[in-house]
């Protein structure tokens, strides 16, 4: 009889029972003149001391102006110093970090703020096409702005403070900048107090994820869910604060927040940021420049990089390890990174924002084989088990529904019990909705998904969200979403319609219908039209038959991953 589907992380080094402050304050004491931040495109560099002195001089600020612990900041903003400054101060404040992704349109962001109530924002002035202020001012009255920053609302009763990041100040908010500055000179008798009451316990932060059910959910982590993982994940990669870590992934995500900003924290490694939102160049001259160890990227980013007509130039010798995550892993990628980036320690690690992130990492002393076709061994403290459909563990070697239970499980989703109810079980595991395998030695592979989602260069896509936008077209009957292969991408979005009686319409309509009112990346690629959709007998869309179809017409195939 072969072993069941269970496996259970190592436990010989503790968990932490740490704040993410805490963590903060512990860096700037053991390491306080090593280089803590350094990004790029700002041309700022901060040591720990330095890093922890600004955190905490906004921390105050931002009680100062009446918020309290528990209270919920959203950041609408690309990579930069002031959003790290911010996931400190606000975690040393006690306040409830809201990260809101910075391709959300207007439709997404009054969701989020909504949903969380959100009682204040900090968001950044513009960023290629996303004119971040003007947005927020589409979805706020003229009569609900007070001036300085501050606004009453019914539309958003919650909401009180728009922060505006950057010198050019638009009119009406509040300079991020000034209030940082008042918070030298703040009365520090409310932090105080506040230090004294922080729980490692405590919800810290929420990500939005969407679901089946179309409506974004905000995923909520505590300080011990994240510290711990960021903490284990730099383990995984044995970071130390000799390491340099070129993050060009979001700080939106686990991947910036977790394995970029607290890996690097809890290890005293240096963050090292390469340009606002992600481009192949700036990482790899970046890399090059600040002599980086680490490198992390979706695969996507990986393939850029390698395929980029200046590759070459960039000496990328420094490089030792990093991780490849967020989207299957194609095994020939791996092989380049280590070959041709030197990255001989590259990890994979395999995860998601519900479970703080990260529940398999490989290793890096795995055998090379073992390191670029699978997603490695179970994490520190972690438990999982693969199900068959019937809720049964399955034997070792057969698919089924992974499973994770520990430490990393997130708190639930914000204010939706019931919606946390149907991935959380009552025994504590998180439902993950992917497929995999474990092999006799414990090693992951994913081979699948049950949920129906699409990972569009490491960006979840979740087809309901986008039929359901589609549904507002007026021509539109109905609508299937799915994600075709895609060599650059992983997978592209597809809309296959079928269009009212009479009606007609081309691809670039419906695609000019979606721009400006959802995230670009959920915007289809393809639009195909159909008359009828294949169906089952029990009346469900068979859309393993359309994906099949439309690969076909294009040509297109699934790589070996991971
Ligand atoms: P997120 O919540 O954005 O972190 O996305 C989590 C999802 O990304 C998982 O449920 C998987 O479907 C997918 N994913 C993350 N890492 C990997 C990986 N290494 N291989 C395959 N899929 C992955």
New binding site residues.
């Given amino acids: 009889m072969p072993d069941p589907s269970y496996v259970c992380g190592r436990t010989d080094s503790p968990l932490l029972y740490r704040t993410v402050g805490g963590v903060l304050r512990l860096a700037a004491e053991q390491w306080p003149d090593g280089e803590a931040l350094v990004v790029s495109h700002q041309k700022v560099r901060l040591t720990y001391a330095e890093l922890y002195e600004r955190a905490t001089e906004l921390a105050k600020a931002l009680l100062a102006l009446g918020l309290r612990p528990g209270d919920r900041v959203g950041i609408w903003s690309p990579n930069n110093m002031e959003w790290v400054l911010t996931q400190f101060a606000t975690a040393q404040a006690g306040l409830i970090l809201v990260n809101i992704n910075p391709a959300y349109r207007t439709t997404e962001l009054d969701y989020a703020v909504r949903a969380v109530g959100c009682r204040a924002l900090v968001l950044a002035p513009s960023f290629k096409s996303s004119d971040y202020v003007g947005m927020m001012k589409s979805l706020l009255p003229r009569g609900d702005w007070a001036g300085g920053g501050k606004v009453r609302s019914d539309t958003y009763p919650e909401l009180r403070f728009l922060i505006q990041l950057g010198v050019d100040l638009r009119q009406g908010f509040m300079s991020f900048d000034a209030l940082c500055e008042s918070g030298r000179a703040a009365d520090p008798k409310p932090f105080e107090a506040v230090q004294g009451r922080l729980d490692p316990d405590q919800p810290i932060n929420i990500q939005f994820?969407s679901g089946t059910t179309g409506l974004p959910k905000g995923a909520t982590l505590t300080h011990f869910n994240i510290v711990n993982n960021g903490f284990f994940v730099g383990e995984g990669m044995r970071l130390g604060p000799e390491d340099r870590i070129c993050i060009s992934v979001p700080l939106y995500?686990?991947f910036g927040m977790v394995l970029g900003v607290l890996a690097a924290v809890t290890h005293g490694a240096a963050m090292v940021f390469p340009s606002e939102a992600f481009d192949a160049e700036a990482t790899l001259r970046t890399s090059a420049a600040e002599h980086c160890t680490a490198l992390y990227g979706v695969p996507t980013m990986f393939i850029a990089e390698l395929d980029h007509p200046r590759f070459a130039e960039f000496d990328l010798s420094s490089l030792r390890t990093g991780i490849m995550?967020?989207?299957?892993?194609p095994i020939a990628v791996m092989r380049r990174v280590i070959e041709q980036m030197h990255m001989r320690e590259v990890t994979?690690?395999?995860?998601?924002?519900?479970t703080s992130?990260v529940s398999f990492q490989s290793d890096v002393n795995d055998q090379i084989d073992k390191r670029v076709s699978t997603?490695g061994t179970v994490h520190p403290h972690v438990q999982v088990k693969i199900i068959d459909g019937d809720g049964g563990v399955v034997p070792r070697g057969t698919p089924g529904q992974l499973c994770t239970r520990g430490y990393s499980v997130m708190r639930g989703y914000w204010n939706d019990p019931g919606r946390t109810a149907e991935v959380v079980d009552e025994a504590g595991w998180m439902h993950?909705?992917?497929l995999a395998v474990l092999d006799d030695d414990g090693y992951c592979n994913?081979v699948g998904?049950v949920k129906d989602?699409i990972?569009r260069g490491g960006e979840?896509i979740y087809p309901r969200e986008v039929e359901e936008f589609l549904y507002r077209h007026p021509k539109v009957l109905d609508v299937a979403v799915v994600g075709v292969a895609d060599r650059k991408y992983g997978e592209e979005v597809c809309a296959v319609i079928r269009l009212h009686e009479g009606a007609s319409a081309d691809e670039q309509e419906i695609i000019d219908f979606c721009r400006g009112q959802i995230a670009h990346y959920k915007v289809p690629r393809y639009v195909r039209f159909a008359k009828e959709f294949p169906m089952t007998v029990t009346g469900k869309v068979q859309k393993y038959l359309i994906r099949q179809r439309v690969e076909e017409e294009l040509g297109v195939e699934r790589e070996r991953?991971?």
């Fill in positions: 994820t995500h686990c995550a967020g989207a299957p892993c994979i690690c395999y995860g998601m924002t519900e992130p997603v993950t909705g992917d994913i998904r989602m990972i979840n991953t991971a």
